[in-house]
């Protein structure tokens, strides 16, 4: 039976890279996993602490919802001004009161012009919501639109080559 994941890009963009990195990764571990992809983090609420009541808003029970009953988690985010999209943040914000992370097996990429402190910040907060990853479940892809077309096609075969590795160390990890 094909293992449950979800996955978030943390670009609002319909034709994001980070997608495009992540249909890659679904299509590369078809045979293994099942890829279900959050594309509203748009029309969530802003975090505020006073709304994280059990009575939280439907689309915040929905995702933490599609977290906790995930068999993983795939993030792709870009890097907005040498951090995370708020978009991104604020969905994650509102999973801090819950367990819906821990122990969660994640993979996760930052796909961006540099993504340094983003991939940093990222893996810290994946850390302190208690979700499993290794460093080989983690990818740092600089430059992402020289290596993914418009299309969507990966263009480099070494970020080619490094998603293989992801999605089998993914895979690894979700046994």
Not at 36 to 49: G, K, Q, R, S, Y
Not at 84 to 92: E, I, T
Not at 108 to 132: D, V, Y
Request: with cysteine; aromatic share 6%; hydrophobic share 45%.
């Amino acid at each position: 039976m094909k293992k449950k994941i979800i996955a978030i890009s943390g670009s609002t963009r319909s034709l994001s890279s980070n997608l495009s990195i992540i249909k890659k990764i679904a299509a590369l571990t078809a045979e293994e996993l099942e890829f279900e992809v959050v594309n509203d983090l748009a029309d969530m609420p802003h975090f505020n602490p006073d709304l994280d009541t059990p009575d939280v808003p439907a689309a915040v029970a929905a995702f933490r919802n599609r977290i906790d009953t995930a068999d993983g988690v795939l993030i792709c985010t870009p890097e907005y001004v040498f951090s995370l999209p708020g978009a991104l943040k604020n969905v994650l914000e509102w999973t801090v009161s819950t367990v819906v992370f821990s122990d969660k097996p994640v993979a996760l990429i930052t796909a961006s012009a540099s993504g340094e402190i983003a991939h940093e910040s990222l893996q810290l907060l994946m850390r302190t919501l208690g979700a499993k990853f290794t460093e080989e479940t983690t990818l740092l892809i600089q430059s992402p639109k020289a290596k993914v077309s418009a299309s969507g096609d990966i263009t480099d075969e070494q970020t080619l080559q490094q998603l293989k590795r992801l999605g089998e160390a993914f895979i690894r990890l979700l046994k």
